[in-house]
């Protein structure tokens, strides 16, 4: 059964930043591409960063481009978002979520194409 556990989130000032962790066990790892996704309250949950099986494509949200960098680690099993420049808009639950692919290179901004998702951690940003 896999398994996504996330981590990293937290209360943090306006303009600061925070690493969250997805680390992933049960499974084949590197089979997976990987996303990033998070839900504030009151909305529907929104699609934030994807990288590919072999780490060497990534995609980004409008409002994450360029503040935010999603990284992979295949030997630990473990994915990143690397996020700056913190806002009160990006107070929500991140959540990390595992989709299959036979492409390396492939990612998807489609929650559907997401089998695996983790249980989420709470990131909030103060002003």
């Known amino acids: 059964q896999v398994q996504l556990v996330e981590s990293g989130g937290g209360l943090v000032q306006d303009g600061g930043s925070l690493r969250l962790t997805c680390a992933v066990s049960g499974g084949t790892f590197d089979f997976w591409f990987m996303g990033w996704f998070r839900q504030a309250p009151g909305k529907e949950r929104e699609f934030v960063a994807s990288i590919s099986r072999s780490g060497r494509v990534t995609d980004y949200a409008t409002s994450a481009n360029g503040r935010f960098t999603v990284s992979r680690d295949n030997a630990k099993n473990t994915v990143y978002l690397r996020m700056n420049g913190l806002n009160p808009e990006d107070t929500a639950i991140y959540f990390c979520?595992?989709?299959?692919?036979?492409?390396?290179?492939?990612?998807?901004?489609?929650?559907?194409?997401?089998?695996?998702w983790g249980q989420g951690t709470q990131v909030t940003v103060v002003s």
């Open positions: 979520a595992a989709g299959p692919s036979p492409s390396t290179r492939y990612s998807s901004r489609e929650d559907y194409e997401y089998q695996y």
